[in-house]
């Protein structure tokens, strides 16, 4: 599937400033349905605050947020909390791995499935049979979503066993449980042998032709990000310099100094 030319997401003039510090300068960015676009630019540059914008993390000194995952129109939702910016279908994933690693990998995803199970506690707590279809609905979903990821030999294996590039697999099925219309990846692929990467660029390829999750990713790795990348936004000391497709950037003169003058 390519990319539409709706607009899905749209950051318009973001600003962060913590203390005398302007993590983010007047950023803007807009990813069209269907995309896999990337976020990159030297460390401390602003990606990963542009990001906790983006979810929730945080409320941007100036400037908005836009979603407009169905073509009703364009809302705001820059200050709203992340679980709700969760329920509008925006799933992320983090640096540092965030698993429930004692729980099972099957456990793992149905937890962030049940996120969008629809019974109350009256019913959970005395189990009526609406909530037994439900939960038997969750175990298949979550069944479901782990053989997408390539996961399913894992399922009753704690989290904490799986091999490294598994358990990062498993945080994207675990954003993909909340079934978002937008996946933003930070840095999938850091601390991965060669192998695990070319797997994980697979399953980014997958999710978004398979499941047409349109996606963003922040990533050090150039060759993913020129493998997978079908629009390129580059931050410097959080102004964006440069956007445009892999070719534009790699020989774009201001992107090369930002790199060399790291
Ligand atoms: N909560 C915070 N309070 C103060 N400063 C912060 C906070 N979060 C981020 N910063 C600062 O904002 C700047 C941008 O940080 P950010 O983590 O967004 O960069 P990054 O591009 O994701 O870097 P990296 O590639 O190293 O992960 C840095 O100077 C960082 O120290």
Redesign the pocket.
């Known amino acids: 599937m390519n990319a539409s030319e709706r607009t899905i997401l749209e950051l318009n003039d973001i600003s962060m400033v ?2 005398g ?1 302007r ?1 983010i300068d007047s950023a803007s960015l807009s990813l069209k349905e269907g995309s896999i676009t990337a976020l990159i ?1 030297p ?8 990001f906790n914008c983006i979810t929730g993390v945080y409320k941007p000194t100036s400037g908005t947020v836009s979603i407009d995952p169905d073509g009703s129109g364009k809302k705001e939702i820059q200050g709203l909390k992340p679980n709700v910016i969760n329920q509008k279908g925006l799933a992320r994933t983090f ?1 540092n791995i965030r698993l429930f690693s004692n729980m099972s990998v099957l456990e793992n995803v149905m937890l962030a499935r049940h996120n969008s199970l629809k019974a109350g506690v009256f019913q959970s707590i005395f189990r009526t049979p609406a909530t037994r279809l439900e939960e038997e609905k969750v175990i298949h979903d979550s069944y479901e979503i782990l053989r997408k990821m390539n996961l399913h030999s894992f399922v009753n294996d704690a989290a904490r066993n799986l091999p490294y590039g598994a358990q990062r697999r498993l945080e994207i099925a675990r954003a993909l449980a909340t079934e978002p219309f937008l996946l933003l990846l930070d ?1 999938p692929v850091a601390g991965m042998n060669p192998q695990e990467t070319k797997e994980l660029e697979e399953s980014i390829h997958k999710i978004r032709d398979g499941e047409g999750v349109s996606i963003l990713l ?1 990533e ?1 790795d150039m060759s993913l990000v020129m493998n997978v990348s079908e629009k390129i936004y580059v ?1 410097d000391y ?1 102004r964006m310099i440069a956007e445009g497709v892999p070719e534009e950037i790699k020989s774009n003169p201001e992107v090369i100094k930002a790199y060399l003058g790291e």
């Open positions: 913590f203390g510090l993590a630019g460390n401390g540059a602003g990606k990963t605050t542009i640096q840095e922040i050090h931050l959080g």
